[in-house]
């Protein structure tokens, strides 16, 4: 995921669905987000998110292994 376009959409009012919100507690996006509009600087919480997504544990049958 792309936290910081995620935090402009969020900023522009965009609502996600009941799904995607799992998946953001889930993640700890929420949280993240709210630290970032306390004023944390949005690198240092986009690097701690790539941390927690390459990090994540996926099932290889619905998260392929990317091949560059």
């Known amino acids: 995921m792309k936290d910081d376009r995620i935090f402009y959409w969020l900023g522009v ?3 996600p669905t009941e799904a995607v919100d799992g998946l953001f507690k889930q993640t700890e996006l929420w949280a993240r987000y709210e630290r970032f509009k306390a004023g944390e600087e949005l690198e ?3 690097a ?3 941390q927690v997504y390459q990090t ?3 099932d290889p049958r619905t998260n392929p292994p990317q091949t560059n």
Request: glycine content about 8%.
């Open 13 to 15: 009012g965009a609502q």
């Open 44 to 46: 240092a919480l986009v």
């Open 48 to 50: 701690e998110a790539d």
């Open 56 to 58: 994540r544990v996926t």
